[in-house]
């Protein structure tokens, strides 16, 4: 790509001098001997660098070079003058200029000032285009992950998106998963209708049934005008059913209807309406639990779980918190207000150490509070929750004591074994499960597992060595 150099000089003579040593270096040089010529240029072509005199008539440098660097932020200025002095050089730097050079100056000089400035932005233009190629594949429908088991789940989201199936994705409160059934639906072929969601928790059996299926006038005492419900709201596009372990066994009968019929009747109404909606459930309880102890009817789950997605919790995709981090500053109205764009190295170690029982919506709010506390650019520390004693037993088993003393190697090394701990934990040394989740096989996983000296006996029961954290920074791996 080639390289756009403007010299806004009134010395024509200096202008020739520029520009016959730009093009022996392969620049596209143009000149401009007044402001209003040099603002003609820059609308109509990308200049890479801009050299300005001090003196322009109709204004002057300082002023030109301030008006050129606020319309256009990514063009770089070199002042050129032939009065010097400290103050005239802190002068232009604070308008922006990028160096300051006088007259009357060497080849030599000039061209080692441009080259230094080029670099300068050729490296900056490198790092914008690298973040947005890090945030592409790390990111999907404002999601954002590098774990395994996050990219199959954006993988099935691509696939779902094309289709009506229904889903029910499951996970602990505050993994995301709205955030997912927003994705399944603005990814496919239903983006152009509603995506209308609805808590089943937040409404008592006789309104819950007035907000899914509506009502007309007169249905009920306050019944003044006609209303429709979330179900025929959805028509053409997504209904959001969440927590739907709340619904009881009567309305669970009467959304049975309607899922399988495809038609609703609203409250006082004598005919049906025709409804073409996705429908997408979610839930953080078992509810083959609930389908067991009779709370939930056994036809309506399988009518809901034709196609199940499970989000895993924060704890089990640690390596994703920086991030989300990163993803929250970018997206915090008041983080951006205050200039806040990174945390530290010790508020991220603390981040990560904690076992985040209330997962993403936790890290938001523990995130939102800093954000607050914080004066520049740094957040340096973090206040995370503290709890009962239960929380804290909770903690102890989760947390990773990361440290970032250690060269790469090791710390990979500790935080692969404390990973396969925790898969073998969660799968009572499971070999066959184990390798599934890990998406390896189950030769790679036996010869990690002899690797580290993990054996499958020690995470059979609990209560065992296997319970404790393995992720001991002041212990040396086993073997190379």
């Given at each position: 790509m080639e390289t756009r150099i403007l010299i806004i000089d009134d010395d024509p003579l200096i202008c020739e001098q520029l520009e016959r040593l730009f093009r022996a270096q392969q620049y596209v040089v143009e000149s401009a001997t007044t402001a209003?010529?040099?603002?003609?240029?820059?609308?109509?072509?990308?200049?890479?660098l801009a050299l300005v005199d001090l003196r322009i008539p109709g204004t002057d440098g300082l002023s030109l070079t301030r008006e050129v660097r606020n319309r256009w932020p990514d063009l770089d200025v070199i002042m050129i003058t032939g009065y010097a002095s400290i103050?005239?050089?802190?002068e232009a730097i604070k308008q922006g200029a990028s160096d300051y050079i006088t007259k009357p100056f060497q080849n030599e000089e000039i061209?080692?000032?441009t080259e230094k400035v080029l670099e300068k932005r050729r490296l900056l233009d490198e790092i914008h285009y690298l973040r947005g190629q890090l945030a592409d594949r790390y990111s999907f429908a404002n999601m954002v992950s590098r774990n395994p088991r996050m990219h199959e789940i954006f993988s099935q989201i691509e696939m779902l998106a094309q289709s009506d199936a229904t889903t029910l994705l499951t996970g602990e409160s505050g993994t995301g998963k709205e955030l997912c059934a927003r994705a399944i639906h603005?990814?496919?072929k239903r983006k152009a209708g509603k995506f209308v969601p609805i808590n089943c928790a937040a409404f008592?059996?006789?309104?819950?049934?007035?907000?899914l299926f509506g009502y007309e006038r007169g249905a009920f005492t306050g019944a003044i005008h006609d209303r429709i419900g979330k179900v025929e709201l959805s028509n053409g596009g997504t209904?959001?059913?969440?927590?739907?372990?709340?619904i009881s066994l009567n309305m669970q009968l009467k959304l049975l209807r309607v899922l399988e019929?495809?038609?609703?009747?609203?409250?006082?109404?004598?005919?049906?309406?025709?409804?073409n909606m996705r429908v997408i459930a979610a839930t953080n309880v078992d509810l083959e639990a609930l389908v067991a102890s009779g709370a939930m009817r056994e036809d309506f789950y399988y009518r809901v779980n034709v196609v199940p997605i499970r989000i895993p919790p924060l704890r089990d995709r640690i390596e994703d918190v920086p991030l989300l981090v990163g993803e929250f500053l970018r997206n915090s109205t008041l983080a951006k207000e205050k200039g806040i764009n990174r945390v530290s190295n010790k508020a991220l170690s603390g981040l990560m150490s904690y076992g985040w029982p209330g997962n993403v919506r936790e890290l938001g709010n523990v995130l939102e509070r800093s954000i607050?506390?914080?004066n520049g650019p740094v957040i340096r520390d973090v206040d995370l929750p503290g709890g009962g004693p239960e929380r804290r037993a909770t903690e102890n088993t989760s947390r990773r004591a990361f440290d970032y003393e250690v060269p790469l190697k090791e710390f990979l090394r500790r935080a692969e074994r404390e990973y396969l701990g925790h898969v073998l934990r969660k799968y009572r040394g499971g070999i066959s499960s184990s390798a599934k989740h890990a998406l390896v096989d189950a030769a790679t996983l036996h010869r990690k597992m002899k690797s580290y000296g993990l054996k499958r006996e020690e995470f059979r029961t609990r209560g065992s060595r296997a319970d404790q954290p393995i992720f001991n920074v002041s212990q040396p791996s086993t073997s190379t």
């Open positions: 209003a010529d040099a603002f003609d240029l820059l609308c109509q072509q990308d200049f890479s103050k005239g050089a802190v061209l080692l000032a603005f990814q496919g008592p059996d006789t309104l819950l049934e007035s907000e209904l959001f059913l969440d927590e739907i372990e709340s019929e495809r038609e609703i009747e609203r409250l006082g109404a004598n005919r049906r309406v025709k409804v607050l506390k914080t």
